[in-house]
Nanobody, 121 residues
Framework: QVQVVESGGGLVQPGGSLRLSCAAS????????MGWYRQAPGKQRELVAT???????NYADSVKGRFTISRDNAKNTVYLQMNSLKPEDTAVYYCHADVRQAMGLRRGDYWGQGTQVTVSS
């Protein structure tokens, strides 16, 4: 089995910072990539940032220059450092892992339960 768990969300004032963490665990052979997505009420889920096993990163235009995605391969963990937060960043942030499972080397997508980020004064 594969589990993906996020943490680090909370309430922050505009201009503030938060650091989200996401740990993948279970029967993992390798993690091809991990990423963060977010969904605000009444809106579709959108990509925020992704990072591959080779540390190639991709960011949504709306967060470039403010957010930084990184990973710790030894811990199977990905982070999202969010700076200069804006009210429009308010959403539930979901961690995604593109995993090749140890059993059968099956590739699959796994999602965390989400963590709430609220940016408000």
């Amino acid at each position: 089995q594969v589990q993906v768990v996020e943490s680090g969300g909370g309430l922050v004032q505009p201009g503030g910072s938060l650091r989200l963490s996401c740990a993948a665990s279970g029967s993992i052979f390798s993690i091809l990539g991990m990423g963060w997505y977010r969904q605000a009420p009444g809106k579709q889920r959108e990509l925020v940032a992704t990072i591959t096993s080779g540390d190639r990163t991709n960011y949504a235009d709306s967060v470039k220059g403010r957010f930084t995605i990184s990973r710790d391969n030894a811990k199977n963990t990905v982070y999202l450092q969010m700076n200069s937060l804006k009210p429009e960043d308010t959403a539930v942030y979901y961690c995604h892992a593109d995993v090749r499972q140890a059993m059968g080397l099956r590739r699959g997508d796994y999602w965390g339960q989400g963590t709430q980020v609220t940016v408000s004064s």
